[in-house]
């Protein structure tokens, strides 16, 4: 079921929302094979109705699994919107939409959510990328990739005289 405020229930008190969004609620397609939504969106909102619309306050986490896009290790990133709020319009121009006195609210988080994803999901800051495979077959990580035959190369075409 999405996430939906009641407008009667707004109408006395603030009402508070707390819970898991399922992925298949969430309803995210990411379009991206490095970014995989696996786990449930965890909120806590408080929603309040003003003179024309809706407050809404609180914080939302959602866990995704990642590929760095450097070295293909998978992790996870988690992204979080601590102090996170969302201000919708009841009437005027652009308002809500309001089916038998309800809101959904899952569209508008889910909005938000897709703004912090990473766009190049990295497993740290600093990460190398793949390890370089020299001429010989053996890893060595931290290379800038020449090797000895790609030495030689460059001291063949030294020797040019053009």
């Not at 991206?32 to 806590?44: C, G, H």
Request: net charge negative; proline share 6%.
């Amino acid at each position: 079921m999405p996430l939906i405020a009641n407008l009667r229930h707004l109408e006395t008190h603030v009402v508070r929302l707390q819970g898991k969004l399922s992925v298949e609620e969430l309803d995210i397609d990411t379009r991206d094979e490095a970014i995989r939504v696996a786990q449930p969106l965890e909120y806590d909102l408080a929603v309040q109705k003003l003179d024309k619309g809706l407050l809404l306050q609180g914080w939302l986490r959602l866990p995704l699994d990642c590929v760095c896009v450097r070295c293909l290790r998978l992790f996870q990133h988690c992204v979080e919107l601590d102090g996170w709020v969302c201000h919708l319009a009841l009437q005027g121009e652009d308002p809500v939409a309001v089916v038998n006195d309800c809101v959904d609210l899952t569209p508008y988080i889910r909005d938000d959510i897709l703004l912090e994803f990473p766009r190049h999901p990295q497993c740290e800051p600093g990460c190398r990328g793949l390890p370089k495979i020299s001429t010989d077959g053996s890893k060595s990580a931290g290379e800038t990739g020449k090797t000895e035959k790609g030495l030689s190369a460059w001291a063949e075409l030294n020797k040019l005289k053009l």
